[in-house]
């Protein structure tokens, strides 16, 4: 287990105790898996993908950390999960849950523990919590940098590849055999074949087969991080209505990246993307699905919506994804102080070269084969 792992664990145990010291809470379990990949420093700590909680917690206080596992858990975790000289490893039986309070309560002594995850049995730890997640550190930025690439390659590829013989499955059986070649885990990945793009803005693949376009899209998961890319092929020329609309959403896509600066409201973007919506023609399409918002440690982190005041920061990840029926643009990018960063970019896709609002942007086109 790498050193910068370590100390990036360490640091992050420090930030929560620093935050315990304001909360009046004695100590908090960090047991969504968005929790447990942060303090982890990328650490994976599900084993049900479907389910929100980990399969072990983090127990953080004032003067011990602790990951509480069952015992099924406890040897992989330590092996492969856990950054060295960071966290003690206390098991409970799997066949008595109901020892974990016990332990809890060993550790935290008396006082009240929150959590990531409030139950019948702890409270809210607060959202001051999940805001510590929100700013990328560097080694965080560095690991969702790659992360939007191979999650960039791997649609790429898959449109590539992909034929009209094929079926929506087949082509989302192609993304994810992808995804796990590069130890990425899909836990969105959606394609549409023709008029279910128009139809549907998340359509679960079927077994039909494409006469002239596919739509694939993924948000890719890898050490807790996430990164979302949408792109589509066109089988012969499209027709001007499709690249009309593709165009549009471009151009929608590269004001809302334009827009997303240090201090800025969600809602102040998000009103960005409505003004665009509207100078192309489809002033109420941006009603028909959420434009996206911030991502990091789970698919999006804060939604814009028109009352959403939550402020840009810079080291934050974002993925907007404007949509008019038909068509889709989706990248995840990175803001900073000097401006905004594409991380879902492969450099071997054809480009539109659109208005940005100050400048001009790459925003992915069409591929035609």
């Known amino acids: 287990m790498s050193v910068d792992r370590t100390q990036e664990s360490l640091a992050k145990i420090e930030q929560v105790r620093s935050w315990l010291g304001g909360s009046g809470l004695a100590g908090v379990l960090l047991e969504s898996n968005a929790g447990f990949s942060w303090v982890t420093a990328g650490g994976e700590g599900y084993v049900v993908v479907s389910e929100d909680g980990a399969a072990a917690a983090v127990l953080i206080t004032p003067d011990r950390a602790a990951v509480l596992t069952p015992n099924i858990e406890a040897a992989r975790l330590a092996d492969e999960e856990l950054p060295e000289g960071c966290f003690e490893v206390v098991e409970y039986p799997w066949h008595a849950p109901g020892s974990r309070g016990e332990l809890i309560s060993g550790i935290a002594g008396t006082g009240t523990v929150g959590s990531d995850s409030p139950s019948n049995e702890m409270p809210a730890a607060g959202p001051g919590l999940k805001e510590l997640r929100r700013v990328l550190v560097q080694p965080e930025i560095d690991r969702c940098r790659e992360l939007a690439q191979d999650a960039a390659f791997v649609v790429e590829s898959a449109c590539r590849a992909v034929s009209p013989k094929d079926s929506e499955l087949e082509m989302a059986a192609r993304v994810s055999a992808l995804c796990y070649e590069r130890n990425i885990l899909p836990v969105v990945n959606l394609v549409a074949a023709d008029d279910r ?173």
């Open 197 to 369: 793009i128009s139809r549907y803005r998340h359509p679960l693949p079927t077994s039909m087969r494409a006469a002239r376009t596919f739509l694939a899209a993924l948000t890719a998961r890898r050490a807790g991080l996430h990164a979302s890319v949408t792109r589509t092929v066109c089988f012969g020329d499209p027709d001007p209505e499709q690249a009309g609309r593709h165009a549009a959403c471009a151009r929608i896509d590269a004001r809302m990246i334009g827009a997303s600066r240090p201090g800025t409201a969600l809602s102040k973007v998000l009103a960005e993307a409505a003004a665009q919506y509207e100078a192309e023609g489809h002033p109420d399409e941006w009603r028909n699905h959420h434009q996206g918002g911030t991502t990091g440690y789970a698919g999006r982190e804060v939604f814009a919506t028109p009352d959403e005041e939550y402020q840009i920061k810079a080291g934050q990840a974002l993925t907007w994804n404007p949509s008019v029926a038909g068509a889709k643009s989706e990248d995840t990018i990175l803001v900073t102080d000097r401006g905004t960063e594409v991380l879902s970019t492969s450099g071997h896709w054809p480009m539109l070269e659109v208005d940005a609002g100050g400048g001009t942007l790459g925003r992915p086109g069409l591929l035609v084969r």
